[in-house]
């Protein structure tokens, strides 16, 4: 089923000022980094878009874009079986709309993009790569297969996009063609106050999808610690499948030794902004990342933060915040344990540089000129 606002009925399409841009992604349906960053960027401009997830879209996302006038082509593809499918009901949709540029969001997205785009004789091809390659272990096999094929078909990008200097980094070594790849991190809407209150740092949450590259297992074996240090710190976890339903959640928290009466599990949430009004420091325990979005989103609201070394996290946290090496609890649960100790003054200071150095580096509407600056280059599709 596609998706179309009446402002969008009529778009000419066919010159290049008229012309949409194409975003095609994995699946508009999940509420992942990826996905949070496209409605991001389609809320903050008016240029005329189309979006074709290769799976679904979903209301959380539609409502975040607030845009009825970007049209939508969901394919329905769930699956190796639905690929040439897909391919070839996009290639008819390149065809139709004739797109002035194709961006290309996640591996499964870059290949059927950008064969569909070879077949159709459509403009220039960009990809944008949302993650790093710390722990490949951890992509399913599907996965694996998509960053191979990915790979092979890197030279036809007309330009590469990275959301962290790591995951350049890792994936050129993997092969990946450079002479077109630029690092352009997420950007977060700021919100308009965000004053810290001095107090204790009691409240340590976290805010991630149940996945393994989240590596929730570390972040509660340090809580685990710092309750023991600390009778009066509690701990806040937010985020798809983290709730009391999830027999995998509630074994981890009791392997890890947690007292489940100290840890509210939110599960996914709309209102991010509550969630950060609760806490007092996010912790970031993840194997793997590209841009970490909830880093930046926390600092936005004036919290400080502890983080893994992974992906550009140690970059956007800079001296804000703490950044211990992945997989290792001991050094997550003392570096949580540093802010537990400082005095209330300090904690808040913290808050309100790290807000500082988002809104100088990291905000959307910075970010949305260099996407528009990408878009408009001509390379090899």
């Known amino acids: 089923m596609d998706y179309v606002g009446s402002e969008g009925a009529g778009l000419e399409v066919g010159t290049d000022t008229a012309a949409p841009v194409m975003h095609v992604i994995t699946n508009f349906a999940a509420s992942g980094g990826a996905e949070t960053m496209l409605a991001r960027l389609l809320a903050a401009t008016s240029e005329p878009t189309i979006v074709v997830p290769l799976i679904g879209v979903s209301e959380r ?4 874009a607030g845009r009825p006038d970007v049209e939508y082509h969901p394919l329905n593809a769930r699956g190796a079986v639905h690929m040439p499918g897909a391919i070839m009901k996009l ?9 002035r540029a194709v961006l290309c969001w996640m591996y499964h997205a870059m290949v059927v993009g950008t064969l569909s785009a070879r077949l159709a004789g459509a403009p220039p091809v960009f990809w944008t790569v ?17 960053v191979a094929g990915a790979r ?27 002479r077109f790849g630029k690092v352009i991190p997420n950007g977060v809407v700021v919100p308009e106050q965000a004053d810290p209150t001095p107090r204790k740092a009691r409240v340590f949450g976290i805010a991630a999808r149940f996945h393994p590259q989240k590596d929730h297992l570390n972040f509660f074996r340090a809580a685990a610690q710092i309750a023991a240090q600390f009778p009066d710190a509690r701990f806040v976890a937010a985020g798809f499948g983290l709730d009391d339903r999830n027999s995998e959640v509630m074994a981890m928290i009791e392997d890890a030794g947690l007292d489940p009466a100290r840890l509210k599990l939110l599960g996914e949430l709309r209102d991010m902004g509550d969630f950060y009004s609760q806490i007092d420091v996010l912790v970031l325990s993840s194997r793997t990342e590209g ?6 989103e926390a600092m936005s609201h004036a919290r400080p ?4 070394n992974v992906g550009d996290a140690a970059l956007v946290v800079a001296d ?9 609890p001991d050094a ?3 570096a949580m344990a540093e802010f537990a100790r400082m005095p209330p003054e300090q904690v808040a200071d913290l808050g309100k540089r790290a807000r500082q150095r988002i809104v100088a580096n990291y905000q959307v509407k910075h970010i949305l000129g260099e996407y528009q600056e990408i878009l408009s280059q001509r390379g090899p599709a």
Not at 91 to 99: A, H
Not at 305 to 308: E, F, G, Q
């Open 91 to 99: 290639t008819g949709l390149m065809r139709e709309k004739r797109p």
């Open 305 to 308: 933060v502890v983080t893994t």
């Open 320 to 328: 804000t915040g703490k950044v211990v090496s992945p997989g290792d």
């Open 332 to 334: 997550l649960c003392e």
């Open 291 to 296: 841009f970490p979005n909830v880093v930046a």
């Open 152 to 178: 092979m078909l890197s030279s036809r990008a007309a330009g590469i996009v990275y959301n962290s200097a790591r995951a350049r980094e890792q994936h050129e070594q993997y092969g990946y063609a450079a």
């Open 61 to 64: 996302n539609l409502s975040l």
């Open 130 to 146: 949302r993650q790093a390659l710390d722990d490949p272990r951890s992509l399913t096999r599907s996965t694996r297969l998509a």
